[in-house]
T-cell receptor, first 116, second 114 residues
């Protein structure tokens, strides 16, 4: 069965520092990969997605992520974090075929705290 | 273009009651999915509707049901509410049925069961 692991429940960084949030997935074929961000009391906003092609994808708000097939990973990065980036981040996997096509499998999320 | 809207935003019910939540997708989107978010279980898929037909269903009891109307608006219903049904219910819409269509989420309905 498909699964997504975000090993870090909570990360704290200083404003201006670099950030990397980890995501590993389990799926037999090439997945569709997503990173979403959720602010308190809000829905999910899509940061970026990977479907195929270039394994380094750029998203909104200065975020990027790299798909590494050999490591089954899709880590999210940002070179310089802003205080407004404090939120919860979710990695998600969508399957490319089969009966669960269209369903998203989410990781448990990583809560990001930014120190001024 | 307006985003996904969900009504109501907040709801308080008591055990044993039933509740109906509504979701209006982005104009032109034909697929609507529902997710439950709780601190203990995280984000879990409930079901997906496309062109008024349920395409996928998650591992939830039959108390959870949904439907989609011809204008793509969707409702989900929870009968005989339990305390554990307290959660943020998120609706997401996407253009088509393909897995590479990105999903756009609404702000959610916060359901509290007392």
């Amino acid at each position: 069965a498909q699964s997504v692991t975000q090993p870090d429940i909570h990360i704290t960084v200083s404003e201006g520092a670099s950030l990397e949030l980890r995501c590993n997935y389990s799926y037999g074929a090439t997945p569709y990969l997503f990173w979403y961000v959720q602010s308190p009391g809000q829905g999910l906003q899509l940061l970026l997605k990977y479907f195929s092609g270039d394994t380094l994808v750029q998203g909104i708000k200065g975020f990027e992520a790299e798909f590494k097939r050999s490591q089954s990973s899709f880590n999210l990065r940002k070179p310089s974090v802003h205080w407004s980036d404090a939120a919860e981040y979710f990695c998600a996997v969508g399957v490319s075929r089969g009966s669960t096509l269209g369903r998203l499998y989410f990781g448990r999320g990583t809560q990001l705290t930014v120190w001024p | 273009k307006a985003g996904v809207t969900q009504t109501p935003r907040y709801l308080i019910k008591t055990r044993g009651q039933q509740v109906t939540l509504s979701c209006s997708p982005i104009s032109g989107h034909r697929s609507v999915s529902w997710y439950q978010q709780t601190p203990g279980q995280g984000l879990q898929f409930l079901f997906e509707y496309f062109s008024e037909t349920q395409r996928n269903k998650g591992n939830f009891p039959g108390r959870f049901s949904g439907r989609q109307f011809s204008n793509s608006r969707s409702e989900m219903n929870v009968s005989t509410l339990e305390l554990g049904d307290s959660a943020l219910y998120l609706c997401a819409s996407r253009l088509g049925a393909s897995g590479d269509n990105e999903q756009f989420f609404g702000p959610g309905t916060r359901l509290t069961v007392l």
